[in-house]
Nanobody
Framework: QVQLVESGGGLVQAGDSLRLSCSSSGRTFSSYDMGWFRQAPGKEREFVAT????????YYADSVKGRFTISRDNAKNTVYLQMNSLKPEDTAVYYC?????????????WGQGTQVTVSS
């Protein structure tokens, strides 16, 4: 079992920055694919960014490319999402997810989510 705990959400104004953190209980965290997803009110959950455990490959959704940065500290079993130039449309509950298989297709473990609200 992998337990994930997010933190760092809050209420900010457009143009501000936030950094989300997600700590994992897994013993082989460095091999996990770690992803950030978000769900806005009335919308489906969508992909934001992922950091592959193998090879360090990183992907971003087009909507956040150039503004958000995903990073990880394997020594601390933690993945981060630095969010800059926030927009009102970034308002959502942000979820951290883990794929321990490293396939990028088995995000079976989820955190409880952290609310990010961006006011205009």
């Amino acid at each position: 079992q992998v337990q994930l705990v997010e933190s760092g959400g809050g209420l900010v104004q457009a143009g501000d920055s936030l950094r989300l953190s997600c700590s994992s209980s897994g013993r082989t965290f460095s091999s996990y694919d770690m992803g950030w997803f978000r769900q806005a009110p009335g919308k489906e959950r969508e992909f934001v960014a992922t950091s592959r455990g193998s090879g360090g490959i990183i992907y971003y959704a087009d909507s956040v490319k150039g503004r958000f940065t995903i990073s990880r500290d394997n020594a601390k079993n933690t993945v981060y999402l630095q969010m800059n130039s926030l927009k009102p449309e970034d308002t959502a509950v942000y979820y951290c997810s883990a794929d321990p298989t490293g396939s990028g297709q088995n995000y079976n473990y989820w955190g409880q989510g952290t609310q990010v609200t961006v006011s205009s």
